[in-house]
Nanobody
Framework: QVQLVESGGGLVQAGGSLRLSCAAS????????MAWFRRAPGKEREFVAS??????TYTDSVKGRFTISRDNAKNMLYLQMDSLKPEDTAVYYC????????????WGQGTQVTVSS
């Protein structure tokens, strides 16, 4: 089991930027796919982005605005969010999945991102 802790959330105006961080308890680069999910008010959790090795995948609504990255030496995951929109307002969660598994089993507690108009 991997322990995950998110940070970096906050309040920002539309068009602004935030950088989220996720600290993992152990080395995950060789074994895990890492991802960001979010849950907006009144909506179900949705996939945002994932990274396996150096290969990244994004949901269509954030392509060109968000960038997922890893620092393997520090065992950190990041989500750089630019050109933020009010619809990006959500609790953002870091998640980890063993590459041999189908589901994400390890989750952080989340960090709130609020984008005002």
């Amino acid at each position: 089991q991997v322990q995950l802790v998110e940070s970096g959330g906050g309040l920002v105006q539309a068009g602004g930027s935030l950088r989220l961080s996720c600290a993992a308890s152990g080395r995950t680069a060789s074994t895990y796919t890492m991802a960001w999910f979010r849950r907006a008010p009144g909506k179900e959790r949705e996939f945002v982005a994932s990274i396996t090795g150096s290969s990244a995948t994004y949901t269509d609504s954030v392509k060109g605005r968000f960038t997922i990255s890893r620092d393997n030496a520090k065992n950190m995951l990041y989500l750089q969010m630019d050109s933020l929109k009010p619809e990006d307002t959500a609790v953002y969660y870091c998640a980890a999945r063993k590459m041999s598994n189908r589901e994400y089993a390890d989750w952080g507690q989340g960090t709130q991102v609020t984008v005002s108009s």
